[in-house]
């Protein structure tokens, strides 16, 4: 299966030209997701629509995802409800890495969060956070998608 | 959301005529699938393949089923390893309801289960099994298919 090794963090402040980075609107929901980490959730974003299923231990996570038609997606969503969020993602290029950059919208309006995926965990243990970085909270469960999208 | 509103019979007999019904071959595996009758199932069929989202309280559930291509089944399919099974449909003519005869295969070779939906609860409540019926199991867990799956 394909493996997504990956660090969060909260954001002390965001770089002052991110508008200028490549960006795009997310609207994401769960059919479903248990505490252990598993999920299935739709996605919508400009470019079109995904149902991904994940599993997930700390930071290394297993994802299958396919795309699906807008109509697929509308039959769907519907059972999301009261599981949903949306955010607005930035690309920002960090070295040979990217930083996504999410500002929350909708209830965790103010909420900034920053993903880095890794090539390999040898590059995860390694990444030194640039000082527009906060708390790390990879295995911080409050700041999960999933949990967030519940409140 | 649409509701279906059935009973779940185990068999003491079948049909003698069971294979002039109208019947067709189900393989179905689960994405996810909680102790409280939420699941994501995946099902191929000779007509196609359907991703279903259910949730399910005793005798009524709640349901959204899409049809997805074989290649989005083929991208999902092996994330529900050790959690499949296989079985052909029969569908049975009963008054002006259609009895589901479900001969299992595999692990369960030899489990022969009936399945009634009814068009409301009064219907559900009146239902006359036939003598061919034996136990009731709707709310009998033994025989989900989700627990099912997994053996």
Redesign the interface.
């Given at each position: 299966?394909p493996h997504e090794i990956e660090r969060k963090f909260l954001l002390k402040t965001v770089p002052a030209d991110l508008a200028n980075y490549p960006h795009y609107h997310i609207e994401q929901g769960y059919?479903?997701a248990?505490p252990d980490g598993?999920?299935?959730r739709l996605r919508r974003t400009d470019s079109g629509c995904t149902?991904t299923?994940k599993t997930e231990e700390g930071a290394v996570r297993?994802e299958?995802?396919?795309?699906?038609t807008a109509?697929?997606f509308g039959?769907?969503w519907?059972?999301t409800t009261g599981k949903r969020l949306t955010k607005t993602r930035h690309k920002v290029p960090f070295g040979n890495l990217t930083i996504e950059v999410d500002i929350y919208e909708g209830t965790h309006c103010g909420l900034t969060v920053a993903e880095v995926e890794f090539p390999d965990r040898g590059a995860c243990r390694n990444f030194q956070p640039p000082d527009w970085f906060g708390e790390e909270v990879t295995n911080n469960p409050r700041y999960s998608n999933v949990v967030l999208a519940r409140e």
């Open positions: 299966m059919l479903m248990t598993q999920q299935v149902l299923f297993e299958r995802e396919i795309e699906i109509d697929q039959a769907l519907p059972a």
